[in-house]
Nanobody
Framework: QVQLVESGGGLVQSGDSLRLSCAAS????????MAWFRQAPGKEREFVATIRWISSNTYYAESVKGRFTISRDNAKNTMYLQMNSLKPEDTAVYYC????????????????????WGQGTQVTVSS
C-alpha cells in the first residue's frame, strides 16, 4: 500500500524557516516526478513546487520562487521543501504528491496530474 507522510510543519513567525519532509513507502518513486501543493482556508489547492525524476529539474510557483527549495533523496524515498523567509500568506496545509506518469520530463502543475497524496502538514506563519 502506497503511503506518503508529510512532517515538519508548525507555527513560526514571519521571516523564519521550516523544512518539510515527505516520506514515501510501499513503492519506489525514483522514476516519478513529485510535487508540493498547499491549501489555505477557503481557497483552492495550489501548486507550490515540483521536482522531476531527474533531481536537477525543478519548477516553482512565482509566489515562492527564490524562497523555497524542493529536493529529493531517492535512496530514502523522501522529498523535501526548504522554506525560507516565510510570510503570513504562506499559511496553509502543505501536501506532497506523486505524478501519475513515469519519467515525465514536463513540469506538471495541476493537481489532477498527481496520483498519490499525503495527508498534509499545517504551516502557520504569524506576522
Amino acid at each position: 500500500q502506497v503511503q506518503l507522510v508529510e512532517s515538519g510543519g508548525g507555527l513560526v513567525q514571519s521571516g523564519d524557516s521550516l523544512r518539510l519532509s515527505c516520506a514515501a513507502s510501499g513503492r519506489t518513486f525514483s522514476s516519478f516526478g513529485m510535487a508540493w501543493f498547499r491549501q489555505a482556508p477557503g481557497k483552492e489547492r495550489e501548486f507550490v513546487a515540483t521536482i522531476r525524476w531527474i533531481s536537477s529539474n525543478t519548477y516553482y510557483a512565482e509566489s515562492v520562487k527564490g524562497r523555497f527549495t524542493i529536493s529529493r533523496d531517492n535512496a530514502k524515498n523522501t522529498m523535501y521543501l526548504q522554506m525560507n523567509s516565510l510570510k503570513p500568506e504562506d499559511t496553509a496545509v502543505y501536501y506532497c504528491a506523486v505524478d501519475r506518469q513515469r519519467y515525465s520530463g514536463s513540469f506538471r502543475v495541476s493537481a489532477a496530474d498527481y496520483e498519490y497524496w499525503g495527508q498534509g502538514t499545517q504551516v502557520t506563519v504569524s506576522s
